[in-house]
């Protein structure tokens, strides 16, 4: 007791000194190469907090979409950040890039210093000297949150990346030649396949600018982003290759456009921009992108990067890193437990992004330009995963950031012609990625604790519209019949089990809002789920349009049993909104713990684990599969079977064997920051199993100490007694002095501030 | 005498009147179905005098560019405009066509009414049964300045065109049935071909508005248009299908997207919306199209068409029409003539275009949202037709107009990444159509009348860069040499005498500016054709570059001599800006004179009418094709060798054999508008050989009586004396009341108005 109580002085002492002139650096802490190997699907590149902007080397992206088989190309899935750790070559730096995804698109405006003799074909992994691709040594890469460094073979050109929120920022030192290419791919791109770029556009204005943008569709199906890029000397000629399969040139015959014509247009179009360098000298580039206009591009430009000094905006990048990483300050048992949680908050502050020019105009889901008023907005809302743990983080940490992403929400189910809030909003576009409408998940969430300021009726109407658009996903079945019928609709029960919570959440809103109407019938729709439960045979199982459940049924397969990314095992226990009716549908506490046993300890079979998709074998404890959503919340469930001991193990187990530091250290995708705000929330102590209410359930924190800045003024300590790597178990909890009676604390309870002490059985 | 005073009192009398509660319908005097038939490339739908939307029947488009042959397909070039007189089907109505050019887009947004069963595809000329395309009967037809109807046969429905500057107006009268179409072809479009089509949206916003864009690539590179669409009563129904050859669907998968599926996006679209429709019923589409947005097509069609009487619009679009007719008032010698005079009238004021939106928003050619800032912004310049007469007669009654245009030459200049004045300003698009760079004819002249307001030295220093741009069609060889050698660049006579030209127009205006350094250097480089004469065989001659003629050379041959859509006989002429010296250079007046006797009388030799396009046979006289531009101003030639009397006998026969009242009364394309200038300065006795200069070149007038309203307060009345269809050659010419010494006048003495008074041999 005592020396642990010195050690918390001592943190303490070091935070209250971190307040002074020489303030902690956190970023040493993050190791952006975590999840770049394998499945994690992170990328290694520059980008500040929510920044628009993710400056990224590719290694690879897979130009191939598999239609037929719904796209099931494991080569495809490796690629969704456009780079695998242990890849041999570089083909370029893209500008944007999703983190953590299971599916993709992105990688726009590849840029790639070459020197030497003109390369524009970008070459292959295995063939990288048949184009301006490299090679290079890993021992030359380094990166740290906002900052990306690497040695090209080729040329032994030494590239370093920074970035603004949307601008990103190229600095190339090349030895001294009068043969310097930039090279600017527009027809790269993630997961490119024929015909994904629609036009691209590209204005040579004068020596040392250039705009023009990138339309495609893929994932998103009418995405358009703009540029305006600025060499820091004068670039001695440009040129440019349209590779079209079928060029309409009209009278533009008159000009030979491939050499130093100013106007470049076409669907597959590489440019190149060629200099002479002297000796030490440095190239270079800032990179501007807006979703408005290259007028906007170039505004954000000059807004956000007047000048020339990289040195200047690397250290801006790592000190708006450093004031988010500093929202929750930790003391670790192991020294890569602190490199593991702080990598989990860079990971879970890189997205939503920032999705509006400098000015607030930005391109709204009606493909027509908006202005922001009176919030900030984002867009990659990947909403299947980050309504889970995510944005109930955003809530503790990032209350304002979170209130204009609901703003944001409203905007996109303003402009919607469906209308409905994002499923999954994708720069100016729905991609209807995934299941259930979590949107009214993160509202009602936001309305809960108190975040949003804006109009809880308008917010009650556009979850109530969003929730009533029959032609979604089996909606107007489940409104008629109280679930989807799996002949139908697919994965029938995992869309009737999220729609039931999705409605508990909106009657929570009606309930705020003094809406009985709204409220009776949202909770009445809540209960669907018991539609789709088999008592017979104990699992939630799909039902058919004439009542009668699928015959032919297996419990342990993932796929047309009814689940989407999982089966009855792991995704049949979701009823967060009513926990306590979910045990005694299984049969009450002790049959519910016994299942809950198995589901941990029984081995999956080796078919239904290549089955699982997105995650490693590392991500699979049994039946559960943390690599992938939908069980998050299971480990926390023995809370409510009274051996709230069992999720504090489990709790521990998965913290310990599934997140690393090192490039395979995530199991699964990290989506977008879901997989990341889960172990932040578990190493704190807590998690939200229940989005919407006010209530955390308990588990076993990793920390020794935790300092959790609310963004109301207030901070949460949390504190554990006896805390080692053997002291799984929870003796006591006490919040400012008082014993919690459960395996459960409040968020009001929280929000004030104070103390958490969490005393560890030992 | 007393006859013709008499009339000229009892028409005065009659103007006089018209001032008063009744007005002359000159609308009456407009036959739009001229120059539909055969190679005029007019259409006959319905518009507003520079409107946007020209709402139009199109009979065929011909999806065909042949590029191995440069495009030079027969069939491709009757299409012009969408439509053919003769031709027995109609596929729909589309909101954009150009009047009279020869190369060709637009058709953007076909909308087709139909009835009973559902058909998506619009079958083909031969086979109209196949699809939604229908015959009608020629005399269900009919057409007038701003209102078109006809009488489809497939179900009978009798359509009803008008329009507004900005949205076109249909109203259907159809019988009582419940599944009537409203097809809305996306893929539709004038010279379609493969891929033409980049990227097509459309957003049904509710049951009665409908939203989106047309984006395409073909003459105009990178053009969108967007579109706002109300129908009068809500639909029952509606969806789509898109054609693309390859579909990523993503996550659209979980939709039926062809069934009410509100927002649809492709390269291949047609949607179809359905209706139940009373007895009686007519049902009404409001079809506004902008630039700049949906956003924009929504504000104008709001703005322009608030509410749903069809004939009030109508009637509004006829007195627009009314007050530019009524700007020139003729009494003529016969019926026929009134009606092919108001009718080129007509044809002369439908473009250029206002090409911005209600509050002044238009993309530019950066394509970036600009605001018109103190002008209306124009877009359809067809420079190298339109600079010989038509600006020159915009000057005369449309000075704002012009002057506006002048400002939207300069906005593009401003715009342009080369940097260019217009060559071919196409919807936010440079098409480089042709050859010159004649916007600096267009802004010399509007200077020479006064007529510009805005700022002498951004005008001179716009076409001095404009003038030096080399990379622009030989203008580096012709900096370097004084001439285009033909061995490095085509067509390099024609570019010379052109290029000479509008280097003569930029020194006119360095005068005015008061910069001798400029007006020295242009006026050295508007003596360039000098180069490209050959005094050995009398004849201009492509030179090369060694500074020898090209060896094999015909002088009447149209390919490969050194001229563009033209020969040495009718293009060689070409020295507007020192007629005196041309005549000089061709051995003076009197061998000059015998030159042009024999080029109005040598007979083409079928080969060389074959290879003029554009034309029909009509339109040629001996060697000279009025059907085509580069020699508009040789009949006035006659004038410097001593012979007026020739050049009156001239005019006047291609007046009255050029110009009929018929479908095919034009004899080449009317080419924007400048063959109908040419007409009307012909008409009223004058034309502006040398644009840019004060001074016009008397003919011999067609009408009795013209009272030309010059804008500016000031009317100048035009009186023939003696007049008669035998009466051809002009006897005297008095201006208020003095005798002009020979056969030119000069604007700065019309411009204040009064009378000029033809007396006629006789």
Redesign the interface.
């Known amino acids: 007791m005592k020396n642990s109580a010195l050690i918390i002085l001592l943190i303490l002492f070091s935070f209250a000194h971190a307040q002074g002139p020489v303030q902690t650096d956190f970023t040493q802490f993050v190791n952006p190469f975590i999840g770049t190997d394998k499945m994690g699907h992170t990328f290694p590149g520059a980008c500040v907090p929510f920044g628009m902007v993710q400056l990224s080397p590719d290694t690879d992206t897979i130009g191939y ?1 598999d ?1 037929e088989n719904n796209g099931y190309n494991k080569k495809v899935y490796e690629y969704c950040a456009g780079y695998q750790y242990d890849d041999p070559t570089i083909v370029g730096f893209s500008h944007t890039h999703f983190s953590g995804t299971g ?1 993709s698109d992105l990688g726009d405006f590849l840029i790639m210093p070459t020197k030497g003799k003109l390369q524009l074909n970008p070459g292959t992994a295995d063939h990288p000297e048949k184009g301006f691709r490299s090679t290079y040594q890993k021992e030359t890469e380094t990166a740290e949150p906002g900052y990306y460094a690497v040695k090209l073979d080729d040329g032994g050109i030494f590239c370093q990346l920074t970035a603004t929120e949307r601008v990103g920022f190229h600095q190339y030192s090349i030895h001294e030649t009068d043969d310097v290419h930039i090279i600017l791919d527009l027809i790269h791109g993630i997961y490119n ?4 770029n ?2 691209t ?1 590209v ?3 004068n020596d040392t600018l250039v ?1 023009g ?1 990138r ?1 495609t ?3 998103a ?2 995405r358009t982003v703009y540029f305006a890029l600025v060499f820091s000397k004068p670039m001695k000629n440009y040129g440019h290759k349209r590779y ?1 399969e ?1 060029v ?5 015959r ?3 456009e491939e050499e ?4 470049m ?2 669907r597959q179009i590489r440019a190149h921009f060629d200099f002479k360098i002297e000796e030490h000298e440095q190239l270079r580039v800032k990179f501007a992108i807006s979703a408005v ?3 906007g591009a170039l505004k954000n430009l000059q807004t956000e990067i007047p000048g020339w000094n990289f040195g200047k905006i690397r250290q801006q990048a790592k000190e708006k890193w450093n004031a988010e990483l500093a929202k929750i300050k930790i003391e670790t048992m192991t020294p890569d437990e602190k490199i593991v949680f702080y990598t989990a908050m860079y990971h879970a502050f890189i997205s939503p992004v920032i999705y509006e020019d400098v000015d607030g105009q930005y391109r709204g889901l ?4 908006h202005q922001s008023d009176g919030f900030t907005n984002y867009t990659i809302f990947s909403l299947w995963d980050t309504y889970r743990a995510l944005h109930p983080l955003f809530n503790l940490v990032q209350p304002q950031r979170n209130n204009d992403m609901v703003f944001s929400m409203l905007a996109h189910f303003d402009q919607s ?2 209308p409905m809030l994002p499923v ?1 909003s994708h720069y100016s576009n729905e ?4 299941i259930g409408y979590h949107s009214v998940s993160v509202i009602s969430d936001a309305i809960e604790k108190g975040i949003f300021t804006g109009d809880i009726n308008h917010a009650l109407d556009a979850c109530v519209k969003t929730a009533e658009y029959g ?3 089996g909606l107007e079945y489940y409104m008629e019949m109280g679930y989807v019928p799996e002949d139908k609709n697919g994965s029938s029960v995992s869309k009737t089990l999220e729609y039931a919570y999705d409605d508990w959440a909106i009657a929570q809103i009606a309930n705020k809002a003094g809406n009985e109407e709204v409220y009776d019938r949202f909770m009445k729709r809540s209960e669907n789920y018991k539609h789709v439960f088999d008592p017979e045979i104990g699992f939630m199982r799909p039902k058919l349009s004439d009542g009668s459940f699928k015959k032919e049924f297996d419990p342990l397969d993932t796929h047309g049993q009814g689940f989407i990314e999982g089966n009855a095992w792991n995704y049949g226990l979701y009823i967060p909104q009513q926990p306590h009716v979910l045990v005694e549908m299984y049969g009450g506490k002790k049959k519910f713990t016994n299942m809950l046993d198995q589901l941990f300890t029984l081995q999956l079979e080796d078919k239904h684990i290549e089955a699982n998709e997105d995650i490693t074998r590392d991500g699979i404890i049994g039946l559960y599969v943390h690599g992938n959503e939908p069980g998050h919340h299971i480990p926390y469930l023995y809370n409510y079977t009274g051996h709230p001991e069992k999720t504090q193990e489990r709790v521990r187990m998965i913290c310990n064997t599934m997140y690393r530091n090192t490039p395979d250290g995530l199991c699964g995708n990290d989506d977008c920051g879901q997989m990341s705000a889960w172990y932040i929330f578990s190493v704190l102590g807590f998690y939200p199993v229940c989005p919407g209410s006010d209530t955390y359930a308990l588990g076993s924190p990793l920390v020794k100490l935790a300092v959790i800045d609310l963004g109301n003024g207030k901070t949460l300590t949390i504190k554990t007694e006896n805390q080692s790597l053997e002291n799984v178990h929870v003796k006591s909890v006490m919040l400012n002095g008082k014993k919690l009676d459960g395996p459960f604390v409040d968020y009001s309870d929280l929000i004030g501030g104070g103390e958490v002490v969490f005393d560890m059985v030992h």
Chains 1, 2 share one sequence.
Do not use: L
């Open positions: 979409w239609e599916h396949y024929d015909d994904k629609v036009w556009f204005r040579v204005e705009t943008y339309q569709s893929g994932w199906r009418t079209d079928w309409y040139r009209g009278f533009y008159k000009f030979n130093k014509f100013p106007e247009a076409g206009s290259t007028e009606d493909q027509n330009i012609v469906h999954w991609n209807w990625c995934m032609p979604f996903d």
